[in-house]
């Protein structure tokens, strides 16, 4: 696990199969009711289609029939969806809910760069850098 700071949030970066994800939770950590966000940001429509087009992109066992009848409901006041409602209906692999000690909501660096875009730009754009330099710190040790 690395940590990055982000305009003095600490948000935590795991490898899952050699991929980058990123911590919403961590993200939204010092914002009140910051956790509601990430349910709040997958209850969009235009969140959901963009989940969507990833999985469908990167994921082979992608449940698109079930995406299809969960994209009809997006945006309607009673449609209510958790990151792990949607991941065992769909087969995600794009977000991840882990339990235990740095637990929290995980996305793909992709869907994170588009979380953090629809909680601040000037955030996202903080994120953006201080993952850059932190995969440019770790490429340049590695070459050592």
Request: aromatic share 14%.
């Amino acid at each position: 696990m690395s940590k990055i700071n982000v305009e003095g949030s600490e948000i935590s970066i795991i490898a899952i199969d050699d991929k980058d994800y990123i911590s919403l939770t961590d993200m939204v950590r010092n914002i009140e009711n910051g956790l509601a966000l990430i349910e709040k940001w997958l209850r969009n429509k235009n969140t959901i289609e963009f989940l969507g087009i990833w999985e469908e992109m990167y994921n082979p066992d992608f449940n698109s029939l079930e995406f299809e009848g969960i994209k009809n409901e997006a945006g309607l006041n009673r449609f209510v969806l958790s990151v792990k409602q949607w991941v065992e209906k769909t087969n995600s692999i794009g977000i991840v809910a882990k339990a235990g000690r740095y637990g929290g909501t995980y996305a793909h660096k992709d869907i994170a760069f588009e979380f953090a875009s629809w909680v601040s730009t000037y955030f996202k754009l903080y994120l953006i850098k201080e993952f850059e330099r932190l995969r440019r710190a770790i490429s340049f040790a590695s070459s050592d």
